[in-house]
């Protein structure tokens, strides 16, 4: 029975993910020790490998070069408050992971959830066959917006595909499905679900599946991962330290009043850092403790 | 005065005033019909009454309410609801409101409702199957720490203790405003006689009437319940806000939720002609 993680990095014209998904791969094999495979575009890996040729390899067991990309869309990132740029998204494929991963147990981690904790290490051998998070708690430890709760107001409760664990099976297997089938109908999934339209989420893709196999019902029957919930920081948040292995300094912004920002530290906990722009700044140090 | 027709069966008050209750009673029993091993639903009336045949026809019996109409003055129409115990035809009794649907057999909860004299629905759901914990429209009740009975499915078997439950309750219809001044403190006091609050202020007078258990639940569609930011739930018109289907084959969603529960819709515009023709061709068919 293989275990891994598959992770799936697509750089744009701004923001490079391999070296994202570089220094997590690192941090994951330091605390979780399983062999991590690589999902990304020729181009992107070239550009890697000029720079960590030697790190690409350790840190990756496998690169799956995967080009048959759905047509790149684009979103607004932002970098803290003080900058907002419009870039190419591409992140369609992740539905296609079941097919992609060589692995019997796979834990589908998106590159900017920093892996620092070994928490993730109770999902291998579970009975469960697809697990992942209903909730988030964010480093503030204040309220989550109802735009990350629900996929609108009123309608069914957002599932995060940050963290997904499945295994080799028929529910799986029907959930990859149905999810590639709402990826390929997504603006009517859009009218009937009330989420935006023009802002492709893998997580609106994989709440819509769990509820459709939950038979339209509250998804508990695709349980949660072992820890319950993602502690996440916003895009309007800064990671702007590692100041040591596991530790990691931010400035959060206060959603109320936009323009306090406290400074908080996280100890050996795994985090969703949704400013990729700040991971790319810290990228060195991230390499520099786990490489 | 009360005439055994069966061992169980569903109860509904139905006074027309401004709205059709008549027509929403007609609508449970279909969807009773529709759902339950035991359909069966006796359906009280104002005297005089005129109930089409065809409601006739799921209606297992329509009842007279006995004695004076003392919901005459009333638009509410609860004033009467006492009376559920002397009237019922049936030895194990679930008093509903007439505006309710079911949507699937609860079979299995008759054995365990049978294991009390008087079992009052205390725990309610949103369309999204999460326990409503909002207590907006019950402050009285946490205030005066009632028990968090709602009315619209009360259970109750011919017993001493559920007569003893009904003629408190009688008590407590006619003499409200002194039993409320008496037992209720006064920022929260109702300025008016509901169904709730009476069964819930007999309820703790006399305990034993709510019983911690997963069961009996039902969805109960006010706006305030479903755990909507507040923008959206004052507006009482849930169905702007959550869209509602109903397939040939009944099954109910709501808010693309799939609802397992009795729904308790609360909304009179729900009830359409095209969802009554729905069940009416199913139960043709």
Known sequence: MSRGVLMHALNNEQIDYTLIALCNALAIRHYLDVPIC??????????????????????????????????????????????????????????????????????????????????LKHVWGTAHEVMLNRDIIPLDHGSVPPSERWLEDTGIQLCWATVVY????????????VARHVRKHYAYYALIYGYPAELYRNDYVFSIAVHMLSGFTRCDDIPTLPSPFLFTSFDRDELIDVPMRGDLTFFLNDRREAWRFTLTRTKDISVHV???????????KLLSYYA | MRDIKRPRGFLTFA??????????????????????????????????????????QV??????????????????????EWKAYHITPYVETIKLDADMLFTTDIADWWPLLGMRDVWGCDMVETYRGEVASSDFYRQCFTANQLPNLYSSFLYFKISDFAQEFFELSEMIFHDWERFFAEFLEPVTRPSYVSTDVAYAL?????????????????V?????????????????????????????????????????????????????????????RHLAS
């Open chain 2, 15 to 56: 006074q027309n005033a401004k709205d059709d209750y008549l027509r929403m009673a007609y609508a449970l029993a279909l969807s009773l019909k529709a759902t339950q091993t035991e359909p069966y639903l006796a359906v009280a009336v104002t005297p005089g009454t005129e109930v089409p045949d065809h409601y006739r």
């Open chain 2, 202 to 218: 007999a309820a703790k007078i006399l305990g034993d009437c709510v019983h911690p258990s997963l069961v009996p639940r039902f």
């Open chain 1, 38 to 119: 690589l999902v990304t575009t020729q181009g992107s890996v070239a550009w890697l490998r000029q720079k960590y040729a030697t790190l690409v390899d350790r840190a990756f067991q496998q690169i799956i070069v995967y080009d048959d990309r759905l047509p790149v869309g684009t979103r607004r990132f932002q970098d803290t408050l003080s900058t907002q740029r419009m870039l190419r998204w591409s992140n369609f494929n992740r539905v296609d992971s079941y097919a992609l991963t060589p692995f019997d147990e796979t834990l589908l981690i998106d590159a900017d959830y920093l892996v620092l904790d070994d928490n």
């Open chain 2, 59 to 80: 209606f297992d019996m329509v009842i007279d309410i006995p004695w004076l109409d003392e919901a005459k003055e009333s638009g509410w129409k609860l004033e009467n």
């Open chain 2, 220 to 280: 109960h569609m006010k706006s305030r319940l479903q755990h909507w930011p507040d923008l959206i739930a004052e507006d009482e018109d849930w169905m702007r806000h959550a869209p509602v289907t109903l397939t040939d084959d009944l099954i109910l969603k709501i808010g693309r939720y799939r609802q397992y529960l009795p729904v308790h819709y609360h909304l009179k515009s729900f009830l359409t002609d095209e969802l009554l023709a729905r069940y009416e």
């Open chain 1, 274 to 284: 949704m400013n990729k722009f700040s991971i790319v700044r810290q990228a060195d």
């Open chain 1, 166 to 177: 499945f295994r080799k099976s028929r529910l799986a297997e029907m959930l990859f499905d």
